[in-house]
């Protein structure tokens, strides 16, 4: 079971990586990509809807919402062209780039949250 987990978990970070991918692919429709771009933004964003420390709702997203969001880009793109692109992920996948613009942004985001936590907290 542990081993089936670790599979399905597997396969759902490719698939957002293909997701990122399509966003950018041509052969995709511009629909497809839309809802693409938002499902990966959705899933890579380090900023929850629904905080996980809250007991169940906290892990509706990334065991229901996530899911289903992935399974209806994947149903609009068509299938040799979802293929290449899951290949593409895999491949990314084991060379793990990182990217220093996107560290910085993700710090310069908490930065803010942040300050501006700060300030409403001043501000009373």
Known sequence: MLDRLKKWAHSVKRD??????AARDPRVP?????????VAA?????IDPIPDFIPVLGYLDELIVLPLGIAAVVRMIPA??????????ERRM???P???VGAMLVVLL???????????????
């Open 16 to 21: 957002i990586l293909a997701l990122y991918l």
């Open 30 to 38: 511009w629909y497809a990509k839309a809802l693409a771009a938002l």
């Open 42 to 46: 959705y899933a890579l964003s380090p």
């Open 80 to 89: 040799d062209v979802m293929a290449d692109l899951r290949l593409q992920a």
């Open 94 to 96: 084991l060379t793990r």
């Open 98 to 100: 990182r990217s220093m």
């Open 110 to 124: 908490w930065l803010a949250a942040a300050a501006f936590f700060f300030w409403i907290i001043s501000a009373r």
